[in-house]
């Protein structure tokens, strides 16, 4: 069996990241255990679950979302809350017990429980319209926070002090308090319902907690892991999605035990002591990309670990439509660059915007700010004032002007745009109509590159990589003062920007969903078979 420890936490709580629909997402909830799991539900590679640490009581929408509806898996918290349900229950607001002379007053985002003109309780929701909060009010300030299962109970409720919470208690399905946490971080154990409940090959174990009072969640975290853990065999395997929220824990519990972590964008520093000690018990560390993996290959402590590439994306051959459109876009990543590396680049660009008319630039980011776009904008429009040209090149369409009435700053072409995409979907979107990508970061944009190589969208970057053949599919430009003729080649050479295109695809093929599950496949073999070999050039 393989066990997958995902790093899915609210702000490094044991939490999830679920939220109200009406809240725009901050980041992606797309990460390398995410793809890992669609890989392996979709492929049958070998039998696998998932381990839950955090408090998610919402998980059956998270798993929807992430086409793994059915995916198996085992959660610390139902451990904890006694909870037998398994599926999800179509649950109203109307059903909750509310005062006779209560009124509902639905606005666009919540709807408000009014009792005697005064707010009441205010309800949220998620994306799907099912009910997540319930909050109640006493004289205009919150007092308790009820938090619903997506199976159809209250699952938490939080309570308020002047404003404050004081504590929040974790229940059974039938509304039994099991634990309460309090705003110091210790807990409590109901003394009265004092068992956890662990599944076993013959049913099922009521387990006492050592403990009546704990000095953070971590510590029952761990107890009640641990109690799962003895219903494992040595010959299962733990993949552990490196995150400094739970790392110490694994190193106290999987000792010993057949491990793979798996390194994610910049989740852990490889830099910090304590991961490189967690990562030093594994058998196998498995990166992201390249870049990760030439970094820890640099530590003299993981000489002896085996250490594999294997991309969390496979890459889909589906040609662009870049050459339908009537302009020229060239995606421009801003997130990572510094203000001197994005006024370089604005002016690169705007001095060859000149001369091109068809070309227009459009500025990538993933954070999710509602203010995001006007600064951008704010930013990019004072960088070509400085150097002396249109500020009015980067500015927000103005869509409620007919033609005749555009005055002369409307009638300035915009030439830089902002591409506001927080999740994979959007990002795919915006590639598809992208004729060329330049990353001008020291590391370029993983799933960008990846996207660019299934769609056959050329790329400029700084560093050559795994998805970037200089003279193939792009070109490497480490002096910004040649961007103007590398534009220039792929922009007004279609020759040369089909070329790429083929290459892309050549490139593709190599990245496919089958290379993906021949890596896993040999990396699974070999930890069955307890060999170690340490790779450095992203093959096993």
């Known amino acids: 069996m393989l066990y997958f420890i995902p790093a899915w936490y609210l702000r490094n709580e044991w939490k999830e990241n679920e939220q109200f629909w009406h809240k725009r997402r901050m980041q992606t ?3 390398d255990t995410v793809k890992q799991i669609q890989l392996f539900q979709r492929n049958a590679i070998c039998e696998y679950e998932i381990l839950l640490l955090s408090y998610t009581p919402n998980f059956r929408h998270f798993l929807h979302r992430q086409s793994a509806f059915r995916a198996p898996y085992w959660s610390v918290f139902d451990a904890v809350q006694e909870v037998r349900r398994k599926k999800q229950a179509v649950f109203s607001f109307h059903n909750l017990n509310w005062p006779k002379n209560i009124e509902f007053i639905y606005s666009p985002f919540s709807i408000i429980a009014m009792l005697d003109g005064e707010r009441y309780a205010q309800i949220e929701f998620g994306e799907y319209g099912n009910l997540i909060q319930v909050d109640l009010y006493r004289n205009g300030q919150v007092t308790r926070k009820n938090i619903y299962d997506d199976r159809g109970f209250v699952s938490c409720t939080s309570v308020y002090e002047n404003g404050e919470k004081a504590y929040e208690q974790y229940l059974t399905e039938k509304g039994t308090w099991k634990l309460c946490h309090f705003a110091d971080g210790h807990v409590t154990v109901n003394p009265r319902s004092n068992q956890y409940t662990v599944h076993t090959s013959g049913g099922e174990d009521r387990i006492a907690f050592l403990k009546t009072s704990y000095g953070s969640m971590e510590e ?17 395997i733990f993949c552990i999605a490196a995150h400094n929220q739970h790392l110490a824990m694994i190193d106290r519990l999987l000792a010993g035990r057949k491990t793979i972590f798996s390194v994610f964008g910049n989740r852990v520093s490889m830099n910090d ?14 990166t992201d990309s390249e870049d990760n993996l030439q970094n820890l290959l640099k530590q003299a402590d993981l000489k002896k670990i085996a250490k594999v590439n294997i991309p969390p994306y496979d890459t889909r051959l589906e040609p662009g439509i870049s050459l339908q459109l009537s302009v020229q876009k060239v995606l421009f990543p801003v997130d990572s660059l510094t203000s001197e590396m994005l006024e370089a680049g604005v002016k690169s660009f705007a001095a060859y915007l000149e001369s091109n008319h068809e070309a227009r630039v459009h500025l990538f980011t993933r954070k999710a700010d509602f203010n995001r776009e006007d600064v951008l904008l704010r930013q990019v429009s004072e960088i070509l004032g400085r150097n002396g040209y249109p500020p009015e090149w980067a500015r927000k369409e103005n869509k409620n002007k007919f033609e005749f009435l555009l005055d002369k700053e409307d009638q300035i072409p915009i030439l830089f745009v902002v591409e506001q995409c927080v999740d994979e979907l959007s990002v795919n979107k915006c590639v598809r109509e992208q004729r060329l990508l330049v990353d001008l970061a020291d590391i370029p944009d993983l799933f960008l ?14 560093t050559a990589t795994q998805y970037m053949r200089p003279g193939e599919n792009g070109r490497i430009n480490e002096d910004l003062s040649r961007l103007d003729e590398d534009l220039k080649y792929y922009l007004e050479s279609l020759s040369n920007w089909n070329q790429a295109m083929i290459q892309s695809f050549e490139l593709g093929k190599t990245h496919t969903t089958q290379y993906l599950i021949e890596r896993w496949k040999e990396v699974i073999a070999n930890i ?13």
């Open 273 to 286: 002591k304590a991961v490189v000690q967690s990562f030093s018990q594994g058998r196998y560390i498995v």
């Open 29 to 31: 909830e797309t990460d």
């Open 449 to 462: 590159q990846i996207s660019c190589v299934g769609m056959g969208v050329p790329q400029i970057v700084r």
């Open 528 to 540: 069955e078979n307890s060999t170690s070999t340490t790779v450095g050039n992203g093959r096993l």
């Open 220 to 236: 029952v975290i761990q107890e009640v892991f641990a109690s799962w853990l003895r219903t494992t065999r040595n010959t299962d």
